[in-house]
């Protein structure tokens, strides 16, 4: 009974980083990588129903399936200038604590692997978000991938979702 205890105090350690795969996707000239579990499906961008009075940022709702989810523009929340959508632009559709969620980005570029010393804290820069939603930056080579808490971002007050996906 003790082994296995222990056994399982030995797994734990780093879970969060070691090792993690992250869906790495662009917005304008950066990289940014999100828990690849909370991940649901990559769609091509398509025309949403607009939402009145809802942020800019969330670009309305889409059926998916028969499931009416909100779609929430990156570019913009982060403010990276006017997005353009072309045939690269897509959706990320999201599980998050069981809600669903789309998040438009750029292009989507690979699953990368990360180990905890590939993982940097990030800095307080006062940036676009809040670093309460930066999980560090992922290093391999000379790429640099900002990591995401994509569950704390989509369910934060900020985002405005927090009725439409609690964590």
Do not use: C, W
Not at 53 to 79: H, T, Y
């Amino acid at each position: 009974m003790q082994e296995s205890a222990s056994a399982a105090s030995h797994a734990r350690p780093g879970k969060d980083i070691a090792g993690q795969e992250y869906l790495a996707f662009t917005l304008g000239s950066e990289e940014y990588g999100i828990d690849i579990l909370k991940v649901q499906e990559i769609r091509g961008y398509e025309q949403v129903t607009r939402i009145a009075n809802a942020p800019d940022f969330v670009k309305g709702v889409i059926n998916l399936r028969g499931i009416i989810i909100p779609v929430v523009d990156m570019r913009i929340k982060f403010k990276l200038g006017t997005p353009v959508y072309d045939q690269f632009t897509v959706v990320i559709i999201l599980n998050i604590g069981g809600r669903i969620a789309g998040m438009v980005v750029d292009s989507v570029s690979d699953v990368t692997t990360l180990t905890p010393d590939q993982v940097k804290a990030a800095p307080e820069m006062g940036a676009a978000f809040s670093s309460d939603f930066l999980i560090g930056l992922g290093t391999i080579d000379e790429r640099m991938l900002i990591l995401i808490d994509i569950d704390k971002l989509m369910s934060s007050d900020e985002m405005g979702l927090s009725d439409t996906i609690a964590a």
